[in-house]
């Protein structure tokens, strides 16, 4: 399987935490997901570290976890009970 992966330019450990990363990256974008804190969001895709998480993600998407959150927030405001 390494050498698979390897012929892409990939490691099975680096491709399994691309796609964990990935799925933390699209729960921050869900608005559902945004009364949970972003370290509990990380260690339910297996980050159990926050500053780790953290340097990992704004080292793949260039940008913090919490801007990004927050970027994502301005951009699709959730609509008032009132407006929807």
Do not use: K
Not at 8 to 35: K, N, Y
């Amino acid at each position: 399987m390494q050498r698979l992966f390897s012929r892409e330019g990939h490691t099975v450990s680096g491709w399994i935490q691309h796609r964990r990363l990935e799925r933390c990256r699209r729960a921050l974008a869900d608005p559902l997901m945004d009364a949970l804190p972003i370290s509990a969001l990380a260690a339910r895709w297996g980050f159990i570290s926050e500053a780790h998480f953290n340097r990992l993600f704004r080292r793949t998407y260039g940008i913090p976890p919490a801007s990004y959150r927050r970027n994502r927030r301005r951009r699709h405001p959730i609509p008032d009970a009132g407006q929807a």
